[in-house]
């Protein structure tokens, strides 16, 4: 009688040589977009270096780095710009840039911009690995990049230095880096006003992992508690213990001590910026708000919003823009549903779905609504799955058609209307 003989799994590669592909990846579809829109900037008589540094959110940021906080602007209609609207750490990096190189504000932010969006890819194939594989990992920082404003990623904005933040943050709750993942969500706090959904991701898997301890000990670690299940493409991590090698926690790390202290840590950034405006505005807790009403953001439940998109089916031809806007919701909502029903982890859904909240039910500027729903990456695991599983030579041919067609697309947005 023959004796079934089970060899085990090959020994899985440390995190940074899986991430290796999608790196490369990531990497060449933002050439391709930097070429095209240089190309295309000559041929309307642009600069587009200038296009990427010195326009709209990178003025005001490059200022607050020169000058420090204190710049506003009076419109006619009795709105007023304060730079206090922005967050201090793209500003922070942006003077460290200056200070020890020879770059100017506007140069270092574009250098920001290019190292953060490059760990922003790394996060999410960090996350999207952990969960499903690598070769769901790949594809998720593929379409992340063929975004149709994905050469927002390479502006001096502080959308990728938050993405990068949120996405390791999230990673290092998954992993039980509880000090980690806090010490990155006060910095996520400190870069945009969406941080606080790092924080709520944060402190509700601390919450779900403490009342996991308390139900059963043997539980109350996030590596079997959020545990997401892996792609059938990736055949490594088909024959691999979802623990494993190198993503477990180490002994020790997770301890009731140092959940706590990521927990405390967590808001500080954030927290720690408001209050500091409502002083220097003398209006106490609020003084951000008002700073915020001053620029006529603010958050009404998606009303404005809707209005806006309303409004579109007016006329001809902006009806056919507001049929897209419908559109792009109905699949972001659906999106975020499937990711639901896969069971993706507590965190992470509540990470995504407040950022999706944020972005569509706030009364901001409306061209500015797709860079700020960039940052919500995990809703783009349900399609990376799905590519994952398709056949690999299919699946790049089809990643190279949408990046050349965002490419086009992100050199016409920025010489027109671009993200105010």
Not at 308 to 333: D, E, N, Q
Not at 396 to 416: D, E, Q, S
Request: glycine content about 10%.
């Amino acid at each position: 009688m023959t004796e079934l003989v089970t060899r085990p799994a090959p020994p899985r590669a440390p995190l940074p040589r899986r991430a290796v592909p999608a790196l490369l990846g990531y990497a060449a579809i933002r050439v391709l977009g930097l070429a095209v829109l240089a190309i295309w900037s000559a041929a309307r008589g642009k600069d587009a270096y200038t296009l990427l540094t010195a326009r709209w959110d990178s003025l005001w940021y490059a200022r607050v780095a020169a000058s420090g906080y204190g710049y506003e602007v009076r419109l006619p209609n009795g709105d007023v710009h304060s730079d206090l609207a922005f967050f201090p750490l793209l500003p922070w990096l942006e003077r460290l840039g200056h200070a020890v190189a020879p770059l100017s504000y506007a140069d270092a932010g574009f250098v920001v911009a290019l190292l953060a969006s490059s760990a922003a890819a790394g996060g999410i194939f960090a996350v999207a690995d952990r969960l499903y594989g690598a070769r769901a990992g790949v594809c998720a920082v593929l379409l992340w990049a063929v975004l149709p404003v994905g050469v927002v990623q390479s502006m001096a904005y502080s959308e990728s230095l938050f993405t990068a933040l949120a996405a390791w943050s999230l990673y290092a709750v998954l992993t039980g880096r509880w000090v980690t993942a806090g010490l990155l969500a006060a910095l996520a706090g400190l870069t945009r006003p969406v941080g606080m959904a790092v924080v709520a991701a944060v402190w509700v898997a601390g919450l779900a992992s403490y009342m996991a301890g308390r139900t059963s000990p043997s539980a109350a670690s996030p590596v079997t508690s959020f545990e997401g299940t892996r792609s059938a493409g990736d055949a490594q991590g088909a024959h691999e213990d979802v623990r494993a090698p190198g993503l477990s926690p180490a002994p020790g790390a997770d301890t009731p001590a140092r959940r706590l202290l990521g927990l405390a840590l967590a808001p500080l950034g954030a927290a720690g910026y408001v209050l500091w405006v409502g002083l220097r505005t003398g209006d106490g807790p609020f003084g951000y708000l008002r700073v915020q009403a001053g620029w006529r953001n603010g958050f009404d439940g998606g009303y404005a919003f809707a209005r806006f998109v309303a409004g579109m089916f007016t006329s001809f031809p902006s009806v056919l823009g507001g049929a897209v806007l419908v559109v792009g919701v109905v699949l972001l909502i659906r999106l975020y549903l499937t990711g639901v029903r896969q069971r993706q982890p507590l965190p992470v859904l509540v990470y995504t779905g407040v950022v999706l909240a944020l972005a569509l039910c706030a009364s901001s500027y409306f061209g500015s609504k797709p860079r700020l729903l960039m940052p919500a990456f995990p809703v783009l695991f349900p399609l990376a799955r799905a590519l994952a599983a398709a056949r690999p030579a299919r699946a790049a041919a089809l990643v190279a058609v949408v990046a050349t067609v965002a490419a086009v697309y992100g050199a016409l947005w920025l010489n027109g209307s671009g993200p105010p």
